[in-house]
């Protein structure tokens, strides 16, 4: 396995352990502080949609968006965890809700922030360059769009942290069907996302499931509940294909949440290891359709229903053990992975599908400059890597993580659509009595396991991840790593 960088120094603290050190304060048990806030982030005029090929334009929104944000403190130690119904979130965007908190609090520490994105894809483009977006007075281009929602995010924040005050915190698990694998494989040892399992061929569903449904519980000194965090590994793709802003299923959960906790509750949803997940299960269609129609409910209200179940069954046992100074370790670096290997088959292919879109766009500039844009891109990242690796067979990619203890649980971050099995392997490694894993907390591709890839399809090929097997391996590793050194 080859040697990569990881940006951190090994520091002795007051309590007499040795801990990982990067930028932030870690200390010793002290009493907990929690500060919660939700903001409405909503685009206030047409943006372009994210998650799809072809261009979507929402001009009415289905429902808002929210950035829904928890503040933590013990001691010196400080965290900030803000859950966005977003898609992703590209390095340009989470420096500008840095450095919005930055101006309007320099209190905060701005670099122990772990944003999240929920994965929707009803969600506003945040890619600048983008082409095909409209560019009139009713449009927000992607720059007003980072801008307006760094701003209302921003604000999120720092009311988070005016309202901190001391509090306790529980935690629980719970187990439920929420994610679904979406690869079907078949005979001849090929997969495909979405797959048809009603055919002679069909043998399995290619990945894991992890039906783990994390609860994370904080309250004010009066036992209230001030927040509650869920972790299930599904992403927000229920409604995924529409062309209207829409939170997808995390806005009935926490509607849900509400109603049974209180209309103040902030409720952050988190995404675990998921990309090989679906909120849309591959089997047993008819029984499901059947089941909700006589519940007389949609697809997002059935998986809020089974995440409600499981928080609120958590809640009854987890609320007997309240922690009010649980031990706040915080630890963000920068892992330096492998880029994907890049055949010369796969090279000579993306090289002639590049090629071949360069052509139609030539004979037909008007084309549908979305589609045409993202299939000459798909194929050209192909054709870059590759030659980037022929120069340099060691080239890495930067990837910043973060790994938070908080009494016995930890909290782990990656910012890829890190599929499912990636996050089991950091889980049963633990040292923490509870894991939750976070993806999606950047701007990251797909990762795919060694046995996807030999299956081939969207989600496994060289165009859809940046990352492979050996990078997934090691950021599994290294995440651990990190664990231990926190609980020593």
Known sequence: MKRFLLSVVLKTVSCGAFVWLAGSALSCPAELQVGAASVDIT???????????????????????????????????????VSLDLLQLPEVFVQAVRDAVAKKDAAINVQNIVLTATHTHTAPVLRPGTPGIPVND???????????????????????????????MAYGLDRNSIGFSRRAVYA????????NTNRPDFVHLEGMDDDDVGSLFFFDQQDNVKAIVVNVACPSQVVEGQSAINADYWLPVRENLQARYGA??????WG??????????LLHKAANARMRALRGINEMQELARRID??????FEAAQK??????VLKHVAVTLQLPLNKISETQYQEALAAYNKVLAQLEADPSCAPRVAFMARDWHHGVVKRYEQLQKNPDATYPVEIHVVRLGDLVVCSNPFELYCEYGVRIKARSKATQTFILQMSGFGS?????RAQAGGSYSAIPQSNIIGPEGGQMLVDKTVEIIEELWK
């Open 188 to 195: 001849n040892g090929s997969a495909q996302m979405y797959g």
């Open 138 to 168: 009713q449009t927000m281009t992607v720059e007003e769009t980072i801008a307006y929602l760094a701003d209302k995010i921003s604000d999120g924040i720092v009311a988070a942290w005016k309202n901190v005050a001391p509090g306790k």
């Open 272 to 281: 675990g290891a998921a990309g090989d997940m679906s909120p849309r299960p």
């Open 309 to 314: 179940l499981s928080v609120s069954q958590t």
């Open 264 to 269: 103040g509750v902030v409720v952050l949803g």
């Open 321 to 326: 053990e309240k922690f009010p100074d649980p």
């Open 43 to 81: 685009p206030n005029k047409a943006v372009a949609l994210w998650g799809q090929f072809g261009l979507r334009l929402s001009t009415t929104p289905d429902t808002p968006l929210t950035a829904n944000v928890v503040a933590l403190q013990s001691g010196d130690a400080r965290t900030t965890f």
């Open 446 to 450: 797909y990762l795919p396991t060694a």
